[in-house]
């Protein structure tokens, strides 16, 4: 089925507080833990590009067993770390990133420290993070919002592709347009929560082939669904 150009209510919040509560009907409310470590946090949100979850979990126990502390890493060659992170995929560029962020980190921070983003306002946050190589909206809010709790909305391709099928923004709005609507839109303390729970959804029912629509619990709410029923 084609994506219709329908009108798009991405302004009605009764409708975004809608579907937020039939995800979390369909899925409850997600776990969160709070990572303990936002330097950590950081590489495992790089090795996380364009893979899945399991890889990039590979990775990273690849790397705590292979480096003790994040200094070894920032000291070791960018091929060892590739050779160790292989499995994520991109494994070069992955492990040139890293490297090049541990860098920078050091270079301005004097050491391998992100605890002091904790004390800025978001946008400075966001604007710090984003001058690392590699480091993109969705990266810098995954940082942002599972590290230190800010209220950021990190948009991967799922949220990108369920968002856009609800008609929650516009149907040409861009992936780093989708975050910054659904960033001011979605009521704080619930931005964990329907990240983690349209991820699921767009994993085993709103997939990019085939959506399984005769199941979804959102298809009354659905542009997508609504114009192209038969």
């Known amino acids: 089925m084609r994506l219709k150009s329908v009108e798009h209510n991405f302004d009605n919040m009764s409708k975004l507080q809608k579907v937020i509560g039939l995800l979390r009907k ?47 890493i920032l000291d070791s060659d960018v091929e060892e770390i590739a050779d ?13 990133r890293i490297k090049n962020c541990l860098e ?7 050491g391998l420290d992100l605890n002091f983003l904790e004390d800025m306002d978001v946008e ?41 099928r609800l008609g929650l ?13 659904l960033e001011e839109k979605v009521p704080g303390g619930r931005k964990q929560e329907f990240h983690i729970n349209l991820i699921k959804h767009g994993r085993s029912v709103c997939k990019a082939r085939n959506p399984r629509c005769e199941i979804c619990n959102l298809s009354s709410v659905c542009n997508y669904f609504l114009e192209n029923k038969t």
Do not use: C
């Open 26 to 72: 369909e899925y409850g409310v997600p776990e969160i833990r709070r990572k303990e470590d936002p330097i950590e946090s950081l590489i495992q949100v790089i090795l996380s590009q364009n893979t899945n979850d399991k890889n990039r979990d590979r990775a990273w126990r690849g790397l705590k067993k292979r480096f003790n502390v994040m200094e070894e």
């Open 84 to 96: 160790t992170i292989s499995v994520a995929g991109l494994h070069n560029t992955k492990a040139e």
């Open 104 to 110: 920078e980190i050091k270079e301005k921070q004097g």
């Open 124 to 164: 400075e946050a966001k604007r710090w993070l984003r001058q690392l190589p590699g480091i993109g909206p969705k990266s810098a809010a995954v940082v942002l919002n599972f590290t230190f709790d800010k209220e950021t909305f990190p948009v991967d391709t799922h949220v990108f592709r369920v968002t856009k």
């Open 169 to 181: 923004v516009p149907e040409k709005t861009t992936r780093e347009g989708t975050h910054d609507i």
